[in-house]
């Protein structure tokens, strides 16, 4: 099969590989993965409390090229939004920018859950105790 | 479990005579192979419940048996109908086979029939507890590999050790996890022997999913580490 040339633009040269202190209570903190294919999936962002946006994103997937692109993208579509717009990301969005072929848009769906799980785990630690949003999967 | 056979054995009738068959491979009337009952599964195509410590010698042997009748040699002078249905009984015999004959597809089998694992369509979940340690070995095991492409042959070796025994553990993990299995095949079989209800086998069909979930990361990692073997 083969990737798009922006699948492997962000697979040679993924943006914002790395992490965030986890305790920092400013950080979120998603953890995903696909048991089918051994992907897992980590996506950190920090966020401003004050103006709910997400002033910083990182990530560290490991898993084939299409998920390391799809997280890869996220973090750099996150970084300047606001928790609102960045929740509005949809994993189809992701498949549309990298022309994700068919049996690779399950990674587009980890990226987004793993959008929503950091979220979710930021919120909690906010003590708000109200969903992100429908979260299949879960976080650390 | 005796709920799917007593669903076959309903009341197919055959194609050529009308008689019941009985859910049976050939009409007890006039002999003819018929079309396998819908909703058979490969357990029932067997004659089998959907237990899973199957004894491997009595499934082969009721392969062989079985494909010694359905085989298209039997059916050369027959019709058109029951010759084109030997070649699909046939070649469905051999699925079945295959997917039975190995524990890991009969029990993924067995989840996706009963509703419990859809591949593809429902993406699996998997605990965060298993996430953060498959996540953590996955960083153990890049650390391996960088470091591999910035050694020294003098370092080369003291790192292959390491490796080995990176592979040693992964080895050792899958092997908890398949004794693990095995000992909820064991429940689930005694629980279809004591007519457990939906709630107690979704519960076992729950923990053996968590398992096949937990497999799959860690065989994943074992290739890893086997690629990185090769190449060091």
């Not at chain 1, 697979?11 to 696909?34: F, I, M, Q, W």
């Not at chain 2, 050792?172 to 279809?192: I, M, P, T, Y």
């Amino acid at each position: 099969m083969a990737y798009s040339d922006k699948v492997i633009d962000h697979y040679n040269h993924p943006r914002n590989v790395g992490s965030l202190p986890k305790e920092d209570p400013n950080v979120g903190t998603g953890l995903v993965g696909a048991p089918e294919c051994g992907d897992v999936m980590k996506l950190q962002m920090k966020i401003n409390p004050e103006t709910q946006v997400i002033e910083e994103a990182k990530f560290k997937t490991f898993g084939c090229g299409s998920a390391i692109a799809s997280s890869s993208l996220a973090t750099e579509w996150v970084k300047g939004k606001t928790v609102e717009e960045a929740l509005a990301i949809k994993n189809t969005d992701i498949v549309r920018e990298l022309s994700l072929p068919p049996v690779k848009i399950h990674c587009s769906v980890l990226a987004e859950d793993a959008i929503k799980a950091a979220i979710g785990d930021w919120k909690r630690k906010k003590g708000d105790t109200t969903p992100a949003a429908q979260t299949t999967t879960t976080h650390g | 479990m005796s709920t799917t056979q007593a669903r076959v054995a309903a009341d197919p009738t055959c194609w050529s005579c009308g008689a019941a068959t009985g859910g049976e491979h050939f009409c007890p009337a006039c002999g003819k192979l018929q079309p396998l009952p819908r909703g058979t599964d490969y357990f029932a195509l067997f004659g089998l419940t959907r237990k899973l410590c199957l004894d491997a010698a009595e499934l082969e042997k009721r392969f062989h048996q079985l494909s010694w009748k359905l085989h298209p040699d039997n059916f050369v002078r027959a019709g058109e109908y029951e010759r084109e249905l030997s070649l699909d009984r046939a070649s469905q015999l051999n699925d079945a086979y295959r997917v039975l004959r190995d524990p890991i597809s009969r029990v993924e089998y067995l989840l996706a029939r009963e509703g419990m694992r859809k591949e593809g369509e429902h993406k699996q979940q998997a605990p965060p507890e298993l996430l953060e340690e498959i996540f953590e070995l996955n960083e153990w095991l890049d650390e391996l590999r960088i470091a591999r492409q910035t050694s020294s042959n003098g370092e080369m070796m003291a790192l292959r050790g390491k490796l080995e025994a990176a592979r040693k553990n992964f080895e050792e993990k899958l092997r908890a996890v398949d004794a693990e299995l095995d000992g909820v095949f064991g429940q689930w079989d005694a629980a279809l022997d004591a007519g457990a209800d939906d709630a107690a086998r979704k519960k076992l069909m729950t923990r053996m999913n968590e398992l096949l979930n937990r497999r799959s990361y860690i065989r994943n990692l074992a290739a890893n580490v086997q690629k990185e073997l090769a190449e060091a």
